[in-house]
């Protein structure tokens, strides 16, 4: 072995894992906590209360995030879709993407994938003896490790079309990291006719505009940074797909199914949209 | 009752249909649920069935609330505010919308009654089932965490593993040190290299490592690492190993800082590379010594040299002998390159013994040349005083196989300021005055001087181009008319080589012709010379005859410009041809292949040998004897004509002109200046009288050089020379100057 190769590995062990520092707030502990959840720990908990402090909004937002998702399964599976691939999945809670799409296509296959390593151990646990659906431990900003893992392998099959879930994910991606790129890398795998889910927070309109940097500066303490970005930012991450109708707006404007009576302004500090990946399906 | 208690009918299923509204409207808000409002109302109807059939069951029991409110938290209504606005719809609207219009049996306030304590019991439901969720969520998720730490333990425990495995079975030896530099942890590899167990290589600190022949930068380096102002370095480190013997390493250190940038480990990876830099060391040694002598060698020696001369050391002087042995080829070629070998093993030997002890260098640069380099010298004496003890050093004769040879040497000294020659100024001065004192006669030493590098240098630098210029045609002939002096005519033409040198103009022979001679390009210049003489013969050969034809026909109008030109004399003399002559240098005399060459040129251009006249100098036939006379009497009876050049200023025994092969004698320029006075001096005249008679008496013409005046032209013929050349009549000039017709004076 060479003196340089060796101390290059001395630096930093590339099969090193992660260790895991739980009095770091996690993000899909603090979401868990929004949902009325009890996957969290106090230091979870304190910096939700810190958030909602900050934005009283904040759980409604997620309950309308949540909602889109609901939807945005409905959707896919009403398509013929049918696998779907959720990265930043966070902690498995009530209503999960499984729950959805299964109930509705009992063939459905869902791959979830998560960087917390809680999160994946959770999700393991709860998916225990489901055929249909698993886990990965990787990094969305890897995307090579998420496409190349063996679950993904063993549940997808990428000749079909799959829904890319990337739900409340992005706006936690910075821009060096150059989210759309890795985006575009993992639809170049995708089959003509997938569908590509996005919901990204935003501070066009809406209370955001005020109260954003207070929410940033609790999730600044956290182990992923919230990035608010403008609707033509969070438009692009569609190159290469159609959006479908009613295009990237407001997360209850997206094909609400019951007309609310009175719409939360709060709600409109996030966008969703759906995108079919354009070409002839197979 | 007609109607089952899950069967609500009419009136009473619109009621609660009503009342769900009502319900989930108020409670929607206060959940988290991801379900539309519409499913949530559709999840509380049969919800509010089994409250109103509680309510009005026989006998009445409160269990089913504990149900109800079990079913809200699984329904996601987690939130502890979504409590009062369950309770208070219930509490307003379920005794109203759950009325059993049929049944009467239930008065107002019994069913208000029994309305609260369905709600205690929805409320102790919901609290139940909330604390159990709480709590069973707490513990998956504590047990998702115990996993993930686990999985990350045992993925830490596979690295830590596999890292040991790599530190153990490197071949290269790692140890890790604290900042203290005491060793925390050594690989087996570093301890076989230093010949101890681990364990004993993890008592020992770092810093105890000093060794005599570490380089002086290593251990500032290693204070900067330690300071955390360094992040690594690398160099060649040697070690002492228990046994006596040194390791030699390529030691490449690192700072491992923490989290916080703190430096907390020295991180030392070594490479074994002592028998490599033995081997290397071997290969140097032997790369820059002499394998005859065991002397540094030239490599050695211009690297010593060159770091003498380099003005940044502390040295201000440098002084330079450099030897070459005379006639060291005669002793390989006379008695073998043995004895040549045992000869110079002798004289290394001695030239050692003169500096022994001074750490002035010897080293033998090549074939019988070596060179003394002193450092410092307070002057050139002290290097003159090397040399001369050098040559008496040699001066004792070297016995070899029974024989004494005695040893004699030349030695260019250069001595000077450093800082001021680059080396290969200061070795091409070296070689120049080591050349001079050769041409001084050998066996001496002498001083560089510059007028003297100058003058070599210019030699050296003309003698280089010669080849090339040759090739490049650089070179020309000039002619001078040779005159016949019984009427004037012209006779022959002398042939005169020219260099036209790009950078130094026009040269003379006298410039460059000994250059040639020296490095045996004379030969082939030679050669070209004769051959465009010749070939210029034949040209105006075939020029007379053709103008002697015109002449026959129109020779009015020819020799219409009154005879005193090569035409007039071709009129008179038919076809006779014009004679050219070439110098032959001493070099070209003895070459073998003169006379085949002289014979080559000669019938390639079709021309009669005696139109052919080699000069040849007196002093380069004295003390030639028959074999070396050999070729030019070849020459001689094949018909060419051959000229002894500068008769007269050679001690040549007069006797021996009888048995020279020569045809004429060219009287030097010397004995002819006297006849330029009027009166001529009687001492010249006389002489040169004698001469003529002599010549004469031998059979062989006499031809004069250096005719300068009518007066000495016409003396001359009168003391009966036949032919002359002088600026009188012509100077040197092109070939078609010649054919224009000189300006002979008759």
Redesign the interface.
Do not use: C, K, T
């Given at each position: 072995?060479e003196?340089n190769e060796?101390?290059t590995?001395?630096?930093r062990?590339a099969?090193?894992?992660?260790?895991?520092d739980?009095t770091v707030p996690s993000v899909s502990?603090m979401y868990d906590y929004?949902?009325?959840?009890?996957?969290?720990?106090e230091v979870d908990r304190e910096a939700g209360k810190r958030a909602i402090e900050a934005w009283p909004g904040l759980?409604k937002i997620?309950?309308a995030n949540?909602?889109f998702?609901?939807r945005a399964i409905r959707y896919a599976t009403g398509e013929g879709v049918t696998q779907f691939l959720d990265i930043g999945s966070g902690?498995p809670t009530?209503?999960n993407v499984h729950e959805v799409a299964q109930s509705a296509d009992s063939s459905a296959r869902v791959v979830y994938v998560d960087n917390d390593?809680?999160?994946?151990?959770?999700s393991?646990?709860?998916l225990e003896g489901n055929e249909g659906a698993d886990v990965v431990s990787a990094d969305f900003r890897s995307p090579q490790d998420i496409l190349h893992s063996a679950e993904v392998e063993r549940l997808l099959d990428f000749q079909r079309p799959v829904a890319l879930l990337l739900v409340a994910l992005l706006h936690f991606v910075e821009d060096k990291d150059d989210p759309w790129k890795t985006v575009r890398e993992i639809s170049d795998e995708l089959a003509p006719g997938s569908l590509l889910v996005v919901s990204h927070s935003s501070a066009d309109e809406g209370p955001m505009r005020n109260v954003g940097a207070g929410v940033r500066d609790v999730y600044r303490q956290t182990s992923s940074p919230l990035i608010t970005r403008s609707r033509s930012e969070i438009k692009q991450f569609f190159e290469g797909f159609d959006i479908v109708e009613p295009g990237v707006v407001p997360l209850p404007r997206w094909r609400p199914?019951?007309m609310p009576e009175t719409e939360d302004p709060l709600l409109l500090s996030g966008y969703a949209g759906v995108g079919r990946k354009a070409g002839s399906v197979g | 009752m007609s109607s089952g208690p899950h069967e609500p009918e009419g009136l009473e299923k619109d009621g609660l249909r009503r009342f769900a509204t009502i319900w989930s409207r108020a409670v929607y808000p206060a959940t988290q649920t991801s379900m539309t409002r519409a499913e949530l109302e559709d999840y509380l109807y049969p919800l509010a069935v089994r409250l109103c059939d509680a309510l009005h069951a026989h006998p009445f029991t409160p269990a089913v609330g504990r149900e109800v409110g079990s079913a809200l938290v699984d329904a996601h209504c987690t939130s502890p505010d979504a409590l009062p606005h369950l309770l208070g719809v219930i509490d307003s609207y379920l005794v109203l919308y759950g009325r059993d219009p049929e049944s009467t049996t239930l008065d107002v306030d019994e069913a208000r009654a029994r309305c609260s304590r369905l709600q205690h019991s929805i409320a102790a439901g919901f609290t139940q089932a909330l604390r159990d969720r709480t709590l069973s969520e707490q513990e998956s998720l504590s047990r998702a965490a115990l996993a993930a730490q686990t999985a990350v333990e045992e993925a830490l425990h596979a690295s830590e593993t596999r890292f040991r495995a790599v530190f153990n079975s490197a071949t290269i030896g790692i140890s890790i040190a604290d900042m203290d530099g005491r060793i925390r942890d050594a690989n087996e590899a570093l301890a076989r290299m230093f010949g101890r167990s681990a364990e004993e290589m993890r008592r020992r600190n770092v810093n105890e490592w000093v060794h005599p022949d570490d380089a002086p930068h290593v251990w500032r380096m290693h204070r900067q690492l330690v300071r955390g102002e360094r992040d690594h370095f690398r160099v060649e480190k040697p070690y002492h190993r228990p046994d006596g013997t040194v390791l030699w390493t390529n030691l490449t250190v690192s700072l491992l800082r923490d989290a916080d940038g703190e430096p907390r480990y020295q991180l030392a990876l070594l490479e074994d590379i002592t028998e490599r830099r033995l081997l290397h060391l071997r290969l140097r040694y032997e790369a820059t010594h002499d394998e005859l002598t065991g002397l540094p060698n030239r490599t050695l020696f211009a690297e010593r040299l060159d770091r003498l001369l380099s003005a940044s050391g502390d040295v201000k002087r440098f002084g330079l002998c450099y030897l070459d042995i005379d006639g060291f080829k005669a002793v390989n070629d006379s008695l073998g390159h043995a004895v040549g070998d045992q000869l110079l093993i002798s004289v290394a030997e001695r030239l050692q013994s003169c500096t022994a002890g001074s750490g002035h260098l010897v080293a033998r640069i090549g074939g019988d040349e070596f060179a003394a380099l002193v450092t410092d010298p307070s002057g050139p004496e002290d290097v003159t005083d090397l040399a001369r003890q050098v040559l008496a050093a040699l001066a004792t004769p070297i016995g070899i196989d029974g024989r004494e040879l005695s040893v004699r040497a030349s030695i260019g000294i250069v001595e000077g300021p450093s800082g001021e020659l680059r080396p290969e100024e200061v070795m091409r001065s070296a070689d120049i005055t080591m050349y001079r004192a050769k041409d001084a006669g050998g066996n001496r030493y002498e001083l560089a001087d510059p007028d003297s590098d100058a003058r070599a240098i210019d030699r050296h630098s003309l003698t280089n181009r010669l080849p090339a210029a040759l090739e490049r045609d650089e070179f020309f002939l000039e002619y001078q008319p040779l005159i016949r002096m019984s009427d004037g005519h012209v006779d022959g033409a002398e042939a005169l080589v020219r260099w036209k040198h790009p950078v130094h103009g026009l040269l003379g022979p006298d410039r460059f012709i000994p250059l040639a001679e020296h490095t045996g390009l004379i030969v082939p210049l030679g050669r070209w010379v004769m051959e465009q003489a010749v070939r210029q013969a034949c040209a105006w050969h075939e020029e007379r005859s053709a103008a002697s034809k015109n002449g026959g026909g129109k020779g009015k109008s020819k020799g219409k410009g009154k005879g005193k030109s090569a035409g007039s004399g071709a009129s008179d003399d038919g076809c006779r041809p014009l004679r050219v002559n070439v110098n032959l240098s001493p070099r070209q005399l003895h070459h073998p292949d003169l006379v085949p060459d002289t014979v080559a040129v000669l019938e390639a251009a079709g021309m009669a040998p005696s139109s052919l006249c080699l000069e040849v100098t007196e002093s380069a036939l004295i003390g030639a004897d028959e074999d070396e006379l050999k070729p030019l009497r070849q020459l001689a009876e094949l018909g060419v004509e051959i000229a002894l050049d500068d008769f007269g200023t050679g001690y040549s025994n007069l006797a021996n002109l009888r048995r020279l092969p020569a045809t004429t004698l060219k009287l030097d320029r010397s004995f002819t200046q006297g006849l330029q006075q009027h009166p001529a001096d009687p001492a010249d005249v006389t002489f040169v009288e004698g001469i003529v008679t002599l010549a004469h008496a031998l059979g062989l013409a006499v031809t004069v050089e250096g005719v300068e005046t009518e007066h000495q032209a016409s003396k001359l013929r009168d003391l009966g020379c036949d032919t002359a050349q002088g600026w009188y009549y012509a100077r040197p000039g092109p070939a078609s100057s010649f054919q224009q017709g000189f300006a002979v004076i008759p």
């Open positions: 072995m003196l060796l101390e590995q001395m630096e062990p099969w090193a894992p992660q260790g895991i739980l502990r929004y949902l009325g959840g009890s996957h969290n720990f759980p997620i309950q949540r909602a998702m609901r902690i009530f209503g390593p809680v999160a994946v151990a959770h393991r646990a709860v199914e019951d | -």
